[in-house]
């Protein structure tokens, strides 16, 4: 068994949460098996085989995309690939950020440990090399379509491997090529095959794919604790929860919601207070209906995953070796649409789970559809505006979302003198869902700021054992509104409570 601080790429059994431990931690460290080394030599042998027998081999002794049909000299082969990986790099726009970068340098060296791609296991080892070195390609955001693979960000961190373009590296953003020689790693030469070995793939979409959805599934799990605790300040009602109503409708993701919602309200004073004598036969949609909205955002969640984690373990580029039935075959493994697809979805439940949020959030502020809350839940109504404009900018972040849950893949547009005439916009996608996760992050941020002080309000009396808790971890970063003040801070404050902190586990360390 691996080191905790160490992943084994074998190709095969990678795991989402190993890519996001990568991205995020410099310290992890990464090494192919040996197995995979094993699959890879004979791949290599089998191109090099056929290389020395003449045989035309797309990207190997010819051509790429349209110039397929144009053969290349043996004297030339090495330009070709170098060549490619140069024409290539030819993104644009603001550079990924670190932890995206390190997870499509992750994604691309696990997809090549297949031994599908022809390589040898020196390029591999050569990009672990960097990643572990803390030496991170720059890549522009721009310039895939999501078919032919992720070309120009690969090509990107390929044109690293061969001691050319910038990297970030300490901190700083210098030569690859000095960072390189810092750590003792000389430039890669290439070989038949491995320039286009390391650029078509799905990697940069996989990987902010991946980071996008594992911040997903965490924020899903805050949406619940910052639905519960606006249902306590609201004096909403915890009977639309009950096991036998999911029960009746069982979706996995409703009955798990259902089933968060309850442990998190157990034992709440607020309820037993108005429990007898309460009005209201229903509550609002946005109180009542939590499971079956953040539920569907649950299954959601759960399909992009199944795909994700097929694709972060699949061999990606073209041509594709099978050294065992003898043959190099042309294919499109390279075209992301399953990923695109699934990543408009991703963002589509994002946009839906910040929309319930907000409801949620104008509720406690309205003084009309919540029960002994003051306007804005300003302590002096009128002299101050207490959470007015931060509903006001929760609203501009779900407008902003809602533009983003438009999906990228829909669209194509015809690309390499239209032999590539269908693309998935894959990059788009996942530049989207992964910039919606950060807006319902701050949605939720919002959210549980207001909870918070509607709760306090309600005091002495205390919320469910989970509520208690949440409110306890959200006062530790933001203190209550005594006076009007500048929201922006406490915003940020929650979103990375938010985005980093344990919230998101509350439900399920009172389930065990």
């Known amino acids: 068994m691996a080191p905790t601080n160490e992943v084994v790429l074998d190709g095969l059994t990678l795991t989402l949460e190993d890519v996001e431990r990568v991205a995020l931690d410099l310290s992890v460290r990464v090494r192919l098996s040996d197995e995979a080394a094993e699959r890879m030599v004979a791949s290599r042998n089998f191109i090099e085989e056929l290389v020395d027998a003449g045989e035309p081999v797309y990207g190997v002794t010819t051509g790429f995309g349209r110039l397929a049909d144009v053969a290349v000299a043996p004297d ?133 794919g991946v980071l996008a959805l594992r911040a997903a599934e965490r924020a899903v799990e805050v949406a619940e604790i ?66 079956q909205v953040h539920g569907a955002a649950r299954e959601a969640l759960g399909y992009v995953r199944g795909v994700l984690e097929v694709e972060a373990n699949s061999a990606t580029d073209n041509p594709l070796v099978f050294p065992s039935a003898g043959v190099v075959v042309s294919g499109g493994n390279f075209h992301a649409q399953i990923v695109a697809q699934a990543l408009d979805l991703l963002t589509i439940a994002v946009a839906d789970m910040a929309s319930i949020s907000e409801r949620r959030i104008e509720r406690m502020l309205n003084p009309d559809l919540s029960i002994g809350l003051p306007a804005f839940l300003a302590k002096r109504p009128g002299v101050e505006s207490g959470f007015m404009i931060a509903q006001v900018t929760a609203v501009d972040l779900l407008g902003e979302l809602r533009i983003l849950a438009h999906p990228a893949s829909v669209d194509s547009v015809t690309t390499s003198a239209n032999q590539e005439d269908h693309v998935s916009m894959g990059l788009g996608a996942a530049r989207k869902a992964k910039r919606a996760v950060g807006l319902l992050e701050q949605v939720l941020a919002t959210e549980l700021m207001c909870a918070a002080q509607g709760i306090d309000f309600r005091r002495p ?51 065990r």
Do not use: W
Not at 262 to 288: C, F, G, M, N, W
């Open 226 to 291: 910052s639905g519960a605790m606006s249902l306590e300040a609201l004096l909403g009602t915890p009977e639309p929860f009950r096991k036998e109503i999911h029960e009746a409708r069982p979706h996995k993701g409703q009955g798990i919601s259902a089933s968060r919602l309850r442990t998190l309200l157990a034992d709440s004073k607020i309820r037993a207070s108005h429990q007898e004598d309460d009005p209201r036969v229903q509550d609002a949609y946005s109180l009542r209906c939590m499971p």
């Open 76 to 208: 030339e082969r090495e330009a070709l690939q170098r060549n490619l990986v140069r024409s290539h790099a030819s993104g644009v726009g603001t550079p990924m950020d670190r932890a995206s970068v390190r997870a499509l340098m992750l994604l691309r060296a696990n997809a090549l440990a297949r031994g599908n791609s022809g390589c040898r296991v020196l390029v591999v080892e050569q990009l672990l090399e960097l990643l572990n070195a803390g030496i991170h390609p720059r890549v522009p955001e721009f310039g895939s379509v999501g078919a032919s693979g992720d070309l120009a960000p690969l090509a990107h961190v390929a044109l690293a491997l061969l001691g050319e373009g910038l990297a970030e590296y300490s901190g700083d953003e210098q030569s690859a090529e000095i960072a390189m020689a810092t750590e003792g790693i000389a430039p890669l030469t290439l070989g038949s095959k491995e320039g286009l070995a390391l650029i078509n793939g799905t990697q940069a979409t996989t990987g902010l």
């Open 461 to 511: 009396l205390t919320g469910g054992r989970g509520v208690e808790i949440a409110h306890q971890r959200v006062r530790t970063v933001v203190s209550e509104l005594e006076h009007d003040r500048s929201l922006g801070p406490d915003i940020d404050a929650l979103t990375n409570l938010v985005r980093y902190g344990d919230l998101s586990s509350i439900a399920t360390e009172m389930d």
